[in-house]
């Protein structure tokens, strides 16, 4: 575990604070560097899972051809350098680009990074960390993207201590665990600009152990959040604010699914925790809801007033120390608690095993308690769409572990019926949730109030549901 890397991104304003504190002193090494990223006209490289970059420091140029997503687990390695002449690629047989995709390529400059890169060598405890402070700009013609960026690298130690260096920045200035690559904020630069951000395939391999298997999934979602985090905050936009609560909602069922490997009290803690933060961010969804319904001009008015009071309140959560608290704890567990390496035949099971038996598991509680939606309430009804959100949410994690033929077919049409139920489901929670929100806003009596409550049949939506989940029972199951 010595080779453990935290990426922090520090406000702009706070470079001063870092520099001038007694924390680091004075770097032992200042580098300019300037890297230009290539890629084909249509986006072949970054496509396929590869990027390429010439960095140049002072006069020396180096290429580096890094694989990334599903092409990082085909190579043993997955980064390869090459020093080169000026900033003309090389495509040659010592990285696997011109074998996967070809000589023939016409590659282009996309964009630039230009750093200046302060290093310290740190000790904390007796382990050795590498601290590297960036700042610069992402460039692409007329447009640029700020970085300020701290990484604290484990050298060699207890990965515990970088988190304890790690703490100690905090107190000093305000950071948000970062997760983007420099390669993605080009990309990013260049693209159409995302307003929010699904989740993305978790690669699992089936002889993995199931603890790893976890951290995958685990840190797969809190990247979703802080993704759509980032989004939120500058734009205060309705889609990224739902995406960080789903992310948030896939965390927690993947600590629920993964129970019997995840032992201690602190996986409990930090589950109370996410559901406290989901919780501030769901009272502004519940607003976006209702405002996506109402057409009268008065009630979305009033609406739009208790959103911005709502949104108010989220971003102010999420900048709380109690947030930025949980997202340092987490990750310090994620990568050092005790359930990576336990000895244990639950733990060390390989990650196929598990994903059969969850699996299994759900849809066992999901045929339970959906044999009868309309004979049961409305609180029965939402504990039958949980039920359904996990077993959608566990069919994603796991799919790369059934990614044969047969089983993409099944999983396809799985996650189609899964869809369809959870939107039937989703429509019912808004009819029973829609009247408890306006009352608690104080608009029960608008006159309006029936056009966002009462905006379909009832009776028809659980008839619909039941239809959905019997569908969803009759589709094969892709992990068999």
Known sequence: MSEIELKLDLAGETLDT???????GEPQEVIEQTSTYFDTPDRRFIQDGYSLRIRKTGTSHVQTIKATGPAKSLFSRSEWETPVKGLEPVIDLKSPVRSELGSDLELERVFTVE?????????ENGSRIEVVLDTGAVLSG????????????LKDGNPKDLFV????????????????????????????QQNAFKAEKVLLEQRMRTAKAFQEIALSCFRQFRLNEDVLLKKRNAEALHQARVAIRRLRSAFSMFKSVLQDDEPRRLTAELRWLAGMLGEARNID????????????DKLKDIRDKAYDEAIEALGSSRARALMLDLTEWLHCDAYLTRQDPVVEQDAATFAVAALEKMRKKLKTHGRA?????????HQVRKDAKKLRYGAEFFVTLFDGKPGARRHKKFLAAMSTLQDHLGDLNDLATGPDVLDRH???????????????????LIAKAQQAV???????????
């Open 115 to 123: 750093l200046k890169r302060r290093v310290w060598k740190v000790d």
């Open 442 to 460: 104080g608009l029960a009596s608008h006159p309006a109030r029936d056009s966002v409550i009462l905006h379909a049949d009832k009776g028809l």
């Open 18 to 24: 870092v520099l001038s504190s007694d924390l680091l």
């Open 289 to 300: 809801v209702l405002l996506a319904k109402a057409t009268d001009a008065d009630l979305r």
């Open 165 to 192: 260096l790690a703490r100690k920045v905090d107190n000093i200035v305000f950071f948000r665990i970062g997760v983007r690559a420099k390669s993605e904020r080009g990309f990013a630069l260049i693209d159409k």
């Open 142 to 153: 007329d447009r640029q993207s700020l970085i300020s960026e701290m990484e604290l690298e």
């Open 373 to 381: 939606l309309a004979e049961v309430d409305d609180e029965h009804r």
């Open 470 to 480: 019997d569908e969803v029972l009759d589709v094969k199951r892709f992990w068999r």
